[in-house]
C-alpha cells in the first residue's frame, strides 16, 4: 500500500516551507520559497497575501510533481506560520489589503490611547490591566505590533482598506480559508489579541467585554473554533490545482505550538529555544501565569488545562542577516567560520541585538543595536562572533526570565531553528545559557514537522505522547568549564547595558521608536 502523508504548510517570516509528512513524522519531501517584506516609512512593514498563495501553489505542486510522494495518499493539511500579524480579508475571501506583520508599530498611538488612561500601570488603565490579566494571562501592547494596533491603524490611516475587509485574520487562518472557504480561527491562532477566556476549563468563545475595552469591532472577528477543529476538506478546485485530493484541513496555529512539537520536548517543563528571525523559548506549564515586569505569560496550549510558555526576542537570526548585508558581506557558512576564528568572549567585544527595539524580557521600542569596545585591533572575525554571542546573551537574560516564571530551573532544552543549523552557534549557546543543549535533527523544519504532527495528532493519527519517540536528536552540546568564566563577566556587563542605554535610545528614538 502507499504510504500516507500530511501536507505541512510553514509561513514563517522570511519564507514559506512546504513538506510531505510520514505518520512516523519523517519529512518526505520539502521545498521552500522567499518572501518579500515592504517596509515603509514609520514603522511599516506588510507582506502581499496573494503573493502568500501562489507560493503556496507553486510549492505544494513541486512536491507532487517530484514524485516523492502522490497527491492521492495525502490524509490531511497542518498550517503554521507568523502570529500576531493581520491579512484584512473581503467579503469574497480575497486579501483587501497587504498582511500587517507583526513588525508594523504604525498603530501604536492609537493602541497606547485605547489601553491606557488618566492614571496608568504600564501603560495601561487599571481596570484594562486587571481585566485582561483575570481573564486573558496577557493583553495587547500599548507600543504597537500587535493585532489591535494593525486594526486601529487601518481605521484610523487607511480607512478604504477597513471599509472593505470583512474579517481581520491571523496568516494561518487566512490559508485555512484559501484552502477550505471557511473563514475561522482558534485560541491558539488568535492568542495575540488577547480576547479569548484563558482560564482553565472556560468556554471557546471570544470575550465581549475585552472587544469594547480593546476598541475592537466584534463584526470583523472570524468564527471562533476550538484549537484543532478541522476546518473542513480542501475544496475541489483549490484540490485540482494543487493536484491533491479533497482531505482535511486542521486550523492553523502559531509557529510557537508547531515549534513546541516539532521540538519533541512535549513533557512539562521540558524546555526548547527557537533561534530563527527572532527567538523564543517555551515549555509546558500546567497553570496560567503573567510576567509584566518581563513580557512573559502562558497561552493556551494544545492539551485541556495546559499552557504554553510565551515571550519573543524580537531580533536573533536577523542580526547575522544584518550584519552580512551591511557590514562583512559574505556568504553564511563562511560568516560562521570566520567567527570560529575569533576567541570565545571576542576580546572583549560586545553586540546588543536590538536592531528593532525589544520585547521581552523587557519591552521597548526605542532601543537599537551597538557594538561596544571596539578598538583598532578589532576585526571582522570579533564582531562576527559577537554578533552570535549577543544574541545568545540576550537569550541568557530571557532564559533567567522563564526560569523565575516556571519556578525552577530549566535544566536543558533543544534548539531549533534555521540558526542552530550552526555547531558553533550552538555551542555559544551551551556555554552562555550554562545548559546542556539538544540539537534537533534538521531543525530548520522544526515548525514545517510540528505543522504536520498538530494536523496527524487531531485527525487521531497519533498522540502528543507518541512525539518524543518519533524527534531525533543531531548532537548535544555540552557547557565548557574553559568559556565559563570569560562568559559569566561579561554576562553580567550585558544585564547593566539596559539601564545605562535605553535613556538615551529613548532620546534618540522617540516613545514609540524611530522606523
Not at 530548520?444 to 502528543?464: D, E, K, M, Q
Request: charged share 20%; net charge neutral; glycine share 10%.
Amino acid at each position: 500500500m502507499a504510504e500516507p502523508w500530511i501536507l505541512a504548510l510553514d509561513l514563517g517570516t522570511t519564507d514559506l516551507k512546504v513538506g510531505a509528512m510520514s505518520m512516523g513524522g519523517e519529512l518526505l519531501v520539502q521545498t521552500h520559497r522567499p518572501i518579500r517584506t515592504h517596509h515603509t516609512p514609520g514603522g511599516g512593514a506588510e507582506q502581499d497575501p496573494a503573493e502568500w498563495w501562489e507560493l503556496v501553489r507553486s510549492a505544494v505542486c513541486a512536491l507532487v510533481e517530484s514524485k516523492g510522494v502522490s497527491g492521492d495518499d495525502v490524509v490531511g493539511v497542518g498550517i503554521t506560520g507568523e502570529y500576531a500579524s493581520t491579512v484584512p480579508v473581503g467579503s469574497d475571501g480575497r486579501p483587501a489589503g497587504r498582511c500587517i506583520l507583526w513588525q508594523d508599530t504604525r498603530g501604536a498611538a492609537f493602541s497606547a490611547q485605547a489601553m491606557g488612561g488618566p492614571v496608568a500601570v504600564f501603560g495601561y488603565s487599571p481596570a484594562n490591566i486587571v481585566r485582561w490579566i483575570q481573564i486573558t494571562g496577557g493583553a495587547p501592547s500599548t507600543r504597537g505590533a500587535d493585532p489591535l494596533n494593525h486594526e486601529l491603524y487601518l481605521r484610523n490611516r487607511e480607512p478604504e482598506v477597513y471599509a472593505n475587509t470583512r474579517y481581520l485574520m491571523e496568516p494561518v487562518d487566512y490559508l485555512g480559508l484559501r484552502l477550505t472557504g471557511r473563514a475561522a480561527a482558534t485560541p491558539a491562532s488568535m492568542f495575540a489579541s488577547w480576547l479569548t477566556d484563558n482560564r482553565p476549563g472556560a468556554s471557546t468563545a471570544y470575550v465581549p467585554e475585552l472587544v469594547r475595552r480593546g476598541h475592537r469591532d466584534a463584526g470583523r472577528l472570524p468564527e471562533l473554533l476550538p484549537t484543532g477543529t478541522v476546518l473542513g476538506s480542501v475544496q475541489r478546485d483549490v484540490a485540482a490545482e494543487l493536484g491533491i485530493a479533497p482531505v482535511p484541513v486542521v486550523a492553523g496555529v502559531t509557529d510557537v505550538h508547531a515549534a513546541f512539537l516539532g521540538s519533541g520536548a512535549v513533557e512539562p517543563y521540558h524546555a526548547n529555544i527557537t533561534v530563527g528571525t527572532t527567538c523564543w523559548i517555551t515549555c509546558e506549564v500546567p497553570f496560567k501565569k503573567t510576567d509584566l515586569f518581563h513580557q512573559v505569560a502562558s497561552i493556551p496550549g494544545l492539551r485541556p488545562n495546559r499552557y504554553l510558555v510565551v515571550n519573543n526576542q524580537e531580533t536573533a537570526g536577523l542580526c547575522l542577516q544584518w550584519i552580512r548585508d551591511s557590514v562583512v558581506q559574505r556568504d553564511y557558512d563562511d560568516l560562521i567560520a570566520l567567527a570560529a576564528t575569533a576567541p570565545a568572549g571576542s576580546d572583549g567585544v560586545m553586540f546588543t541585538p536590538w536592531l528593532t527595539g525589544e520585547r521581552t524580557p523587557v519591552e521597548d521600542r526605542t532601543l537599537r543595536a551597538a557594538f561596544l569596545n571596539l578598538s583598532v585591533r578589532t576585526g571582522q572575525a570579533q564582531m562576527v562572533r559577537s554578533v552570535l554571542e549577543g544574541v545568545a546573551f540576550n537569550a541568557r537574560w530571557l532564559l533567567d526570565a522563564v526560569d523565575s516564571f516556571a519556578g525552577r530551573r530549566i535544566a536543558q532544552l533543544r534548539i531549533q531553528g534555521g540558526c542552530a543549523r550552526s555547531d558553533l552557534w550552538c555551542q555559544i549557546f551551551a556555554d552562555i545559557l550554562n545548559r546542556k543543549i539538544e540539537q534537533v535533527a534538521e531543525p530548520t523544519f522544526h515548525s514545517l514537522r510540528g505543522a504536520g504532527l498538530f494536523a496527524a495528532v487531531s485527525l487521531g493519527r497519533l498522540s502528543i505522547d507518541d512525539l518524543p519517540g518519533l524527534i531525533r536528536v543531531a548532537r548535544t552540546f555540552e557547557p565548557s568549564p574553559n568559556t565559563r568564566q570569560t562568559y559569566m563577566r561579561m554576562y553580567s556587563e550585558f544585564k547593566r547595558l539596559y539601564g545605562r542605554l535605553h535613556g538615551t535610545y529613548a532620546r534618540l528614538n522617540g516613545r514609540t521608536g524611530a522606523s
